[in-house]
């Protein structure tokens, strides 16, 4: 069981606070960088400081490169104090924050990147033959060839950052406190949905996208808990947010990167929010509990979280010597 791994380490309630206060102080320096050199840029060119404030001269002060660089360098800065955590607050072996397996499961990580990166590519690729009008092509590749660089060293970072917070630190660390399931799945993919608040795609599109951002933390909580590890929800973010920085880009989200295409058609939330929860991330689900052979849905979501019994090699002797 997943959650219980957390027993097996340092679990008390006081250590988990401690960690999502260090972690927190942990991005908030990785993000002065960015502060700094956007604040300077806009003071040179006549702002204000204040300006910082406003996401949308924000994220294009700078070279967008440089931008997503020094964004994802705070979630670099942040997985690094988590797994200090993880190994000296709770000295937990980093595997058994990751999976209840013996070692992780790369090949689950690249599943669940395919299937999201696949999905994505084919997905964009029929909406741009059939409404070319809402793209422009922006290829260059010098700032391509750059933003590869940045995405492929950085975004596993920034996801797995998430990952490792999320489904990992916080999923076990509520639930070894809730001794359920259902309830460390709904907090951590509220509180994964509450974090997206102040990207510029909720202003553009209003809080239905928050459907969207608590679905995709309810879809990540539930490969997790079902698969009984983090590898396929790590994939499957990375996955998700490598192509679409390299794929498109749009002038109200939050990456906005030397992508291949544009989009530039008026923004609109309604169905096509809501199409991947309802409909794109069952049929992720049972791509996966078929490939995995998944049972026992109720239990391993809402089911009971229990300290196992160890049982001591001495003890363990003693029983087999006295079946014998």
């Known amino acids: ?51 910082l404030d406003n996401m949308s001269k924000l994220m294009t002060i700078l070279d967008s490169n440089l931008t997503l660089f020094l964004m994802l360098l705070s979630f670099a800065v942040g997985l690094g104090a988590l797994l200090l955590m993880i190994k000296y607050l709770h000295q937990q072996p980093l595997v058994e924050a990751t999976t209840t397996r013996k070692k992780i499961d790369w090949s689950r990580f690249w599943v669940g990147f395919g299937l999201i ?20 092509v922006q290829f260059q590749w010098g700032p391509f060839l750059v933003l590869a660089l940045i995405v492929l060293i950085f975004i596993p970072l920034q996801t797995s950052m998430e ?67 983090l590898e396929l929800a790590l994939g499957f973010h990375a996955g998700n947010n490598l192509i679409a920085a390299l794929l498109v880009t749009a002038d109200w989200t ?23 929860v309802l409909i794109l991330y069952p049929i992720f689900l049972l791509i996966l509990a078929r490939i995995y052979k998944w049972n026992n849905w109720t239990d391993k979501l809402f089911g009971k979280v229990e300290e196992p019994v160890i049982v001591s090699d001495e003890i363990h002797k003693e029983n087999i010597e006295k079946h014998l």
């Open 1 to 51: 069981m997943f959650i219980a791994q957390a027993f097996k380490s340092y679990h008390e309630w006081w250590r988990y606070l401690v960690g999502i206060i260090v972690v927190f102080v942990a991005t908030q320096l990785g993000s002065i960088p960015f502060a700094v050199a956007a604040g300077a840029k806009m003071v040179s060119e006549g702002g204000s400081i204040a300006d």
């Open 117 to 136: 990166a696949i999905t994505t590519i084919v997905l964009t690729g029929i909406d741009f033959y059939t409404n070319p009008q809402d793209y422009e």
């Open 163 to 229: 990952e490792y917070l999320f489904r990992g630190y916080l999923m076990q660390g509520i639930g070894v406190l809730a001794k359920n399931k259902w309830v460390p799945l709904l907090i951590t993919s509220l509180i994964f949905g509450a974090l997206h608040l102040a990207n510029p795609e909720v202003d553009k599109l209003g809080n239905v996208i928050m459907v969207y951002y608590i679905g995709t933390g309810l879809l990540l909580g539930i490969m997790t808990l079902m698969d009984e590890g």
């Open 254 to 276: 939050v990456f906005q990167t030397n992508s291949i295409l544009k989009d530039v058609s008026e923004p609109s939330a309604g169905f096509d929010v809501i199409l991947p």
